[in-house]
């Protein structure tokens, strides 16, 4: 016998949350001009999502504000204070090997 329940599914175990939770779904269409131009600029630019990064922290950024997701710092998110588009992590190909 199998103790693993009636299609396979462990049974008594607690599922175990996403690390940054759940988020609703844009429902209203609160965001779709920002998520238009997003999907938009990957389509022009054949997916290369580092040319689309500008449109990605405004859709990041529209949801946000419409409290379809947490209040985040961008620079958590990836996208640099400074300049708005990179963190300081991107630098690393910069670097001068000696």
Do not use: W
Not at 19 to 36: I, N, R, S, T, Y
Not at 54 to 78: I, P, T, V, W
């Amino acid at each position: 016998m199998s103790a693993g329940g009636a299609f396979g599914g462990n049974r008594g175990l607690r599922p175990v949350p996403p690390e940054k939770g759940v988020f609703p779904l844009d429902h209203m269409h609160e965001c779709d001009v920002e998520k238009k131009d997003y999907l938009s600029c990957l389509k022009s630019s054949s997916h290369q999502s580092d040319k689309c990064r500008h449109f990605s922290k405004k859709y990041l950024e529209c949801r946000m504000a419409k409290n379809l997701m947490a209040r985040q710092d961008m620079s958590e998110l990836g996208f640099g204070k400074e300049t708005g588009t990179e963190a300081p992590a991107e630098n690393e190909s910069k670097r001068i090997d000696g």
